[in-house]
């Protein structure tokens, strides 16, 4: 690429197909337990992964997109089992608030943006390579403003597109 092009996407792209990841991000160390799964129903594999990694006196306060595997029978009775899983759900549009998808953000811009990879065991093994790399020296994520000065830049921008005057 030459400088100042942008990136594009070339005419032969190809899918070799996809993969779920799911993880958990500990917002105090910033590690991050996370499981790869070729099928959507195998979030309750992952609470087990989770349950089995944290120690057992600690509650778990899940904060979960509108992801529809929470919401199966199967799960919601293994929720009841196991009280001391507290689910949280961001309200819809707003994954920028979970900073699960702030790390995501890290993988897809570090890792994941223009490489290719050939089969889904090649993308998973690239990712989990990245995973145990981020890992080997975790770092959390914080916010670099307070919830007031969040509140007053929306609120100067809510001012400015309606008073616009077009």
Known sequence: MLPTTPARMSHDYMR????????????????????HYRRHQEFLRFLKLIDAAVPKDLDLHLILDNYATHKTPQIKAWLIKHPRFHLHFTPTSSSWLNLVERWFAELTNRKLRRSAHRSITDLEADIRAWINHWNADPKPLVWTETADQILDTLAAYCMRINDSRH
């Open 16 to 35: 070799h197909g996809t993969t779920s990841l799911f993880a958990a991000f500990d917002i105090s160390s910033g590690s991050v337990i996370a499981q």
